[in-house]
Nanobody
Framework: QVQLVESGGGLVQAGGSLRLSCAAS????????MGWYRQAPGKQRELVAS???????NYAAPVKGRFTISREKVKETVYLQMNSLKPEDTAVYFC??????????????WGQGTQVTVSS
């Protein structure tokens, strides 16, 4: 089992910055990759950014160059630094972990979600 606890969401004006944090606990050694997804009202959930166990990162086109995903392995925490925020970034952001267990089973875990609201 892996538990994910998120923090850092809030209200910010366009052009501002926020940093989201996701602290993982439990069987963290089995985490294969972590990432951030978001879901805006009336929209499907979409991948924002991901980072693999080898620290390979991937970004959705709308956030590339503005957002940075990183990991502090000692703290077992993944971050999403969001700069130059736009109203279009308004959504609930969810932390995601992909876990590969020793028996080759794959399990996904989600945080509770944190609201990010960007005003114009």
């Amino acid at each position: 089992q892996v538990q994910l606890v998120e923090s850092g969401g809030g209200l910010v004006q366009a052009g501002g910055s926020l940093r989201l944090s996701c602290a993982a606990s439990g069987n963290t050694d089995s985490i294969n990759a972590m990432g951030w997804y978001r879901q805006a009202p009336g929209k499907q959930r979409e991948l924002v950014a991901s980072i693999s166990s080898g620290d390979i990162t991937n970004y959705a086109a709308p956030v590339k160059g503005r957002f940075t995903i990183s990991r502090e392995k000692v703290k077992e925490t993944v971050y999403l630094q969001m700069n130059s925020l736009k109203p279009e970034d308004t959504a609930v952001y969810f932390c995601h972990a992909r876990v590969l267990y020793s028996d080759a089973t794959l399990q996904t875990y989600w945080g509770q979600g944190t609201q990010v609201t960007v005003s114009s």
